[in-house]
């Protein structure tokens, strides 16, 4: 079952399009990687995907229905955006924010014990990826179908992202959420995902299971030299 679908997507800014025929259909369960050389149009793409852009071509679909159309509609039916900015507020304490997020605070330790020793400081005096595990726990438990990721892991050191890459790993396999996510990280990513597909100059350059990209990595480089 399909659910959530890129058909043909052209989306850009002020109706200059940056990407092209965007197509992507995404499975229960199923985690995919938007990879790609700065500007190559993945941030628009997820933006696209999320209901914050509207398509200038092609369409989105959501349980085989044409998606609703703004970020709000969409995340009453079940999907998740995590963006590119932080969004922990810094002023307030680890559990604040798990609370501003009506975050079940004992599942949000289940996922992540390493907050327990920080419920009380301020997220500000967190470090990145203490911040994003808050960001990523906010997100999961509101049980998401789909969640889209805009790089996560931007800016954090190797062990960090393979510890936030495992965890959404693991929420798609056992509550079988649909995972977009735009990575940095080709490496770290190609190592957890099922599928990617990697954008240059806002078309698909190269599509495959990551089982079988990983072995192709001559052609991914070549897709961000080329940029
Ligand atoms: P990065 O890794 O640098 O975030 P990206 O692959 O996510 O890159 P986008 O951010 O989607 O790429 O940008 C694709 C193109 O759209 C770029 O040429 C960029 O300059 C342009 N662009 C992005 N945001 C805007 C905007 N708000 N208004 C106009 N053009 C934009």
């Known amino acids: 079952m399909t659910i959530l679908k890129a058909d043909a997507v052209s989306a850009g800014y002020h109706d200059h399009p940056v990407v092209h025929e965007f197509t992507l259909s995404v499975e229960p369960g199923q985690m995919t990687a938007i990879l790609g050389p700065n500007g190559a149009g993945k941030t628009t793409t997820l933006l696209t995907l999320a209901g914050v852009l509207k398509p200038l071509a092609g369409s989105v679909q959501m349980y085989g229905k044409t998606a609703p159309k703004s970020l709000h509609a969409r995340a009453r039916e079940g999907l998740a955006f995590i ?57 999961l438990t509101r049980n998401p179908k789909i969640l889209l990721i805009d790089e996560l892991s931007l800016g954090l050191a190797p062990k960090v992202v393979e510890r936030l ?58 897709a961000y030299l080329s940029h």
């Open 165 to 222: 890459l495992d965890e959404v790993r693991r929420a798609a396999d056992e509550s079988k959420i649909a995972v977009v996510l735009v990575e940095q990280h080709i490496n770290q990513a190609l190592s957890r995902v099922d599928e990617a597909v990697v954008l240059r100059r806002g078309r698909v350059s190269l599509r495959g299971q990551a089982s079988e990209l990983r072995n192709q990595k001559g052609r991914i480089q070549a």
């Open 83 to 139: 963006s590119e900015t932080r969004s922990v507020f810094m002023e307030l304490t680890t559990l604040e924010n798990l609370k501003v997020g009506q975050c079940d605070v004992a599942r949000a330790l289940d996922i992540f014990p390493e907050l327990r020793p920080l419920m009380s400081k301020p997220a500000g005096l967190l470090s990145g990826g203490e911040q994003q595990m808050v960001t990523l726990v906010r997100a």
